[in-house]
């Protein structure tokens, strides 16, 4: 099982600000990796799939790099509707995994 | 407008098995993959297992196999989930989730239900 691990956990910036966050990934998922965003008390969005395609109605202010193990989600400026928990997710091999998450949280 | 409606929250006890339902409504069932995830209540995301409605070929994550089945029934657009022998750590809200491209190559998930809780507890 390929084990996903997100940091940091916890992000405190303020509106306006960037972020990165980061997944890495025990073995090679080459650049099969998806950002999902969720808020409190809904269901995850997907935000990227591929590592960096954009789903579809997502801004162009969230966009992904990486490749292999190692992979980024950058937020260029924060929107306050940003303010959530992110997860990536492998489908490189069975079963399909998830990060622990990375919580944006208001400075 | 697509969609993948849930049904309600249920309360099992120890033991017991659960069946969850998921609707698919705005697109045909059979096109897309259905997944399951699961998140117990402060943790994060769980993949369960999917199902290609078109067929009902099924793939589950090891440590569920044995006690999940996943089924679709196409004459009503509806996949179910059902998870047996039910203890405290299943304790979540279960998610079914639509693939993101028809026929099922893509394995990320771009349609939410809007999840059902599940609550084992004697």
């Known amino acids: 099982e390929i084990v996903l691990t997100q940091s940091p956990a916890t992000l405190s910036l303020s509106p306006g600000e960037g972020a990165t966050l980061s997944c890495r990934a025990s073995?090679?998922?080459?650049?099969?990796l998806a950002w999902y965003q969720q808020k409190p008390g809904q269901a995850p969005r997907l935000l990227l799939y591929?590592?960096?395609k954009r789903a579809t109605g997502i801004p162009a202010r969230f966009s992904g790099s990486g490749s292999g193990t190692e992979f980024a989600l950058t937020i260029s400026s924060l929107e306050p509707e940003d303010f959530a928990v992110y997860y990536c997710?492998?489908?490189?091999?069975?079963?399909?995994?998830f990060g622990g998450g990375t919580k944006v949280e208001i400075k | 407008q697509v969609q993948v409606v849930q049904s309600g929250a249920e309360v099992k006890k120890p033991g017991a098995s659960v069946k969850v339902s998921c609707k698919a409504t705005g697109y045909t069932l059979t096109i897309y993959y259905i997944h399951w995830v699961r998140q117990a209540p402060g943790q994060g995301l769980e993949w369960m297992g999917m199902?290609?409605?078109?067929?009902?070929?099924?793939t589950y994550a090891q440590k569920f196999q044995g006690r999940v089945t996943i089924t679709s029934d196409t004459s009503t657009s509806t996949v179910y989930m059902d998870l047996s022998s039910l203890r405290s750590e299943d304790t979540a809200v279960y998610y079914c989730?639509?693939?993101?491209?028809?026929?099922?190559?893509?394995?990320?998930?771009?349609?939410w239900g809007k999840g059902t809780t599940v609550t084992v507890s004697s």
């Open positions: 997710q492998q489908r490189r091999s069975w079963p399909l995994t």
């Open positions: 989730a639509r693939d993101r491209l028809p026929g099922g190559i893509d394995y990320y998930m771009d349609v």
């Open positions: 591929d590592t960096s």
């Open positions: 073995q090679s998922v080459y650049s099969y």
């Open positions: 199902i290609n409605p078109s067929g009902g070929s099924t």
